[in-house]
């Protein structure tokens, strides 16, 4: 059993930051790559950036320069500071981690999300 649990959502004004976190507990042998997405109302859910466990990270055009991506694998915890947030940033953001289990299963795991509200 594999839980992925996403925090730090919340209301903020725009040109604000927030810190979301994601944190993986349960029967995890490894993770690879971990990425953020987001789905706006009304909108498909989108890749935000992700990170390679080594470290390479890759974002989404709309937020670079913005956000960033961090992980501690030791804590098997993924990061993502938004900085200078903007109303088209509203969204509910997911943590999404490509895991292998201690029963060496691979799949994608899915947090429940975390609401980001932009707005004056």
């Known amino acids: 059993q594999v839980q992925v649990v996403e925090s730090g959502g919340d209301s903020v004004q725009p040109g604000g930051s927030l810190r979301l976190s994601c944190a993986a507990s349960?029967?995890?042998?490894?993770?690879?790559?971990m990425g953020w997405y987001r789905q706006a109302p009304g909108k498909q859910r989108e890749l935000v950036g992700s990170?390679?466990?080594?470290?390479?990270?890759e974002y989404v055009d709309s937020v670079k320069g913005r956000f960033t991506i961090s992980r501690d694998n030791a804590k098997k915890m993924v990061y993502l500071q938004m900085n200078s947030l903007e109303p088209d940033d509203t969204a509910v953001y997911y943590c999404n981690l490509e895991i292998v289990t201690t029963t060496f299963r691979r799949y994608d795991a899915w947090g429940q999300g975390t609401q980001v509200t932009v707005s004056s």
């Open positions: 990170i390679t466990s080594g470290g390479n990270t």
């Open positions: 349960g029967n995890i042998y490894r993770i690879y790559d």
